[in-house]
Nanobody, 125 residues
Framework: QVQLVESGGGLVQAGGSLRLSCVSS????????MGWFRQAPGKEREFVAT????????IYADSVKGRFTISRDNAKNTVYLQMDSLKPEDTAVYYC??????????????????WGQGTQVTVSS
């Protein structure tokens, strides 16, 4: 049974930082591309960042480019999202997801097979 468990969310002031973690279990993590998505209240889910199975390739949404960094540790079955210079508009539930067919970084949510339950990030102004 595949499980993705996010952690690291919380309340932070604008300009602050948070690091999200997502631990994968139940499959070969090092074969999967991983992604982070978010959903704010009343809005559709949107892509944030993705990383290929090897960590070589990453893609970011324009809204977070230069502020967020995605990384992975295949020995720990964990993907991270370092979020710096946070803004109130970053407030959302953040989800990690696993792309298991090709291991290629992708921003398309329909290419992800497994999803975590999400972790809340709230940025106060």
């Amino acid at each position: 049974q595949v499980q993705l468990v996010e952690s690291g969310g919380g309340l932070v002031q604008a300009g602050g930082s948070l690091r999200l973690s997502c631990v994968s279990s139940g499959r070969t993590f090092s074969s999967d591309a991983m992604g982070w998505f978010r959903q704010a209240p009343g809005k559709e889910r949107e892509f944030v960042a993705t990383i290929s199975w090897s960590g070589t390739n990453t893609i970011y949404a324009d809204s977070v480019k230069g502020r967020f960094t995605i990384s992975r540790d295949n020995a720990k079955n964990t993907v991270y999202l370092q979020m710096d210079s946070l803004k109130p508009e970053d407030t959302a539930v953040y989800y990690c997801a696993a792309e298991v067919l090709r291991g290629v970084a992708t921003s398309r949510d329909y290419e992800y097979s497994y999803w975590g339950q999400g972790t809340q990030v709230t940025v106060s102004s």
